[in-house]
């Protein structure tokens, strides 16, 4: 399907299943997929690894400051799939643990950090045909952004999810402690001072709790069918 070389953005609550759609999507139309979420979950690994994050989940502010610039946080696209690397060492695996999870909403939300992110994220979407996910892509990184959609799923639904991708990469955790560790995060993106989570005015609402993901593909079809204004039916891969 010819559709126009935009920015897409996708935002939402944690685990509505943002970066598979996306990721999706991105394979369907040949878009290059980015996780803004794993540049704070890269930014919160270093600041654990350094000696800067506090058990209460703050940080030593002015030693992080000083630490970003150094920084060499970046996407590679390997074999598909795009991975976050930290000078040559993929990261990828080491950010996507509870325990970073659970830093990487505090430390986004320090204006500092924003503002180191949100400088890599153009710098990565500049060449356009870009699909991204997170949580103020629609509201404040691009917010031209040409489709915007905001994906939500009963919280229940979300727990159930996150937690099973948890158990099956081997952690030791419970459906209850990842109920509450997303409940935080999602009251703690959507309540800080900068860039709060919400849904931009003119972004689509996806709901995807009874959804499978061909339905969700299918969704993506229609609204850019009708956005594009493009009447021809092309078949989906799958
Ligand atoms: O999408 P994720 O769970 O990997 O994101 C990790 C954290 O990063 C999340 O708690 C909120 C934050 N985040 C953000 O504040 N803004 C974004 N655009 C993406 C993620």
Request: hydrophobic share 40%; charged share 30%.
């Amino acid at each position: 399907m010819n559709i126009p070389d935009i920015i897409i953005a996708v935002d939402g609550y944690s685990s509505t299943g943002k970066s598979t759609f996306a990721k999706m999507v991105a394979r369907e139309f040949d878009f290059l997929y980015l996780d803004s979420g794993a540049m704070y979950r890269g930014v919160a690994f270093c600041a654990m690894e350094a000696g800067l994050a506090r058990e209460d989940a703050t940080f030593d502010e002015p030693a992080l400051k000083a630490l970003l610039p150094s920084l060499d946080l970046h996407f590679r696209r390997t074999d598909g799939a795009t991975k976050l690397y930290l000078g040559e060492r993929c990261i990828e695996t080491e950010i996507r643990t509870l325990n970073v999870s659970n830093y990487a909403s505090p430390v986004s939300a320090l204006p500092f950090v924003r503002h180191f992110v949100d400088d890599r994220l153009h710098a990565f979407a500049a060449d356009g045909r870009v699909i991204m996910d997170g949580r103020d892509i629609g509201t404040t990184v691009f917010p031209d952004a040409q489709v915007k959609i905001f994906m939500t799923a009963e919280p229940a639904e979300r727990a159930r999810r996150r937690y099973e991708e948890l158990i099956a990469k081997g952690e030791n955790v419970t459906l209850e402690e990842v109920g509450k560790s997303l409940a935080e995060r999602d009251y703690r993106d959507s309540h800080r001072e900068t860039s709060p989570l919400r849904r931009a005015d003119d972004a689509y609402v996806l709901d995807n709790t009874h959804m499978t993901l061909h339905e969700e593909l299918v969704w993506m079809l229609g609204l850019l069918q009708g956005k594009f204004g493009l009447l021809e039916s092309p078949g989906l891969s799958w």
